[in-house]
């Protein structure tokens, strides 16, 4: 069965993650500050959503299960087996 995760501690365990990249949430965080501290109430603040994340394939257990990922996928990948 094919697995994912939306966490780090569980890379090495799935076939595919998708992990937040954190300079996004850093640079959202600075600039609701940012916006609080020139008189915005944070009540006036919309909740924000991810829009970055990176991905990272495992590729000795895609090889066991015989998965092939589709190109583009792999060209936006980073593979667990070079970390």
């Known amino acids: 069965i094919p697995t994912g995760t939306t966490t780090e501690g ?6 595919v ?7 996004e949430q850093g640079l959202w965080a600075a ?13 006036e603040i919309p909740l924000a959503v991810n829009k970055e994340s990176r991905v990272f394939l495992n590729m000795q ?17 980073t593979f667990l087996e070079e970390r």
Do not use: H, W, Y
């Open 10 to 15: 569980t890379m090495d365990c799935v076939l």
């Open 17 to 23: 993650s998708f992990i937040k990249n954190a300079a």
């Open 31 to 43: 600039r609701t500050i940012e916006r609080i501290l020139a008189g915005t109430p944070p009540e």
């Open 61 to 77: 257990l895609a090889r066991s299960l015989g998965v092939q990922f589709p190109i583009e996928l792999l060209d936006r990948a």
